[in-house]
């Protein structure tokens, strides 16, 4: 069936280290990939998104690469810092079911 | 430009009854969806609307339903809850359907149905 799987389901990092998320999605018309923050409490944040005609974007220390023939999708954290410690989802537009699947959730860890 | 809100932040219901929740989309915005995220969990789909229509449906039962007003808030309603129902409640509003587009998510509402 149609679905997003997210992995690792946790990571600890040291502060400064980088951290990879992957996901894979099921629906290979999908179209768009945005990835969310939520801290504990607080509402997912949309940090960054990636549409399947670039293959990789950057935003400072947060980029998200997409292979589209492997149907799959990374967040890339470089040199982690305590406040990025939070869950990551991330979620893909099932373009022939026209609505966003989400992946269950990474809870990152950055130790100081 | 304001975001996303959402009420009440918080509600306890008993199983049987039915409940209400309410979401205000941000400025510009034409389509809110609403989403169920159980402790531990990704958001699930329930459903969109958009220019006061439902636009799309996720795995949800028609004791989940919606309105969409004409000013782009909406609502959510649940009849005969039942205690998996327990959840955080998300919208979050976005600007046409046509294309992929960027979601922003409203603070959510936590309902306990005991």
């Known amino acids: 069936g149609e679905n997003v799987e997210q992995h690792p389901s946790t990571l600890s990092v040291q502060e400064g280290d980088s951290a990879v998320i992957k996901c894979t999605y099921s629906?290979?018309?999908?179209?768009?990939f945005p990835w969310y923050k939520q801290e504990l409490g607080k509402r997912p944040q949309l940090i960054i998104d990636?549409?399947?005609?670039?293959g990789e974007k950057k935003d400072q220390r947060i980029a998200v690469t997409l292979n589209k023939t492997a149907k799959h999708f990374s967040l890339h954290i470089t040199e982690t810092q305590p406040e990025d410690s939070a869950v990551y989802f991330c979620a893909a537009f099932f373009y022939n079911f026209n609505k966003f699947y989400f992946g269950s959730g990474t809870k990152l860890n950055v130790k100081p | 430009e304001t975001g996303v809100t959402q009420s009440p932040t918080h509600l306890i219901k008993t199983r049987g009854q039915q409940v209400t929740l309410r979401c205000s989309s941000q400025s510009g915005h034409n389509t809110v969806s609403w989403y169920q995220q159980a402790l531990g969990q990704g958001p699930q789909f329930i459903f969109q609307y958009y220019r006061e229509e439902e636009n799309g449906r996720g795995n949800f039962p028609p004791r989940f339903s919606g309105l969409q007003f004409p000013n782009y808030s909406s609502e959510l309603n649940v009849n005969a809850l039942e205690l998996d129902d327990s959840a955080l409640y998300l919208c979050?509003?976005?600007?046409?359907?046509?294309?992929?587009?960027?979601?922003?998510f409203g603070p959510g509402t936590r309902l306990t149905v005991t």
């Open positions: 979050a509003s976005s600007f046409g359907t046509d294309s992929p587009y960027e979601q922003y």
């Open positions: 629906d290979s018309a999908s179209n768009y």
């Open positions: 990636i549409r399947s005609n670039v």
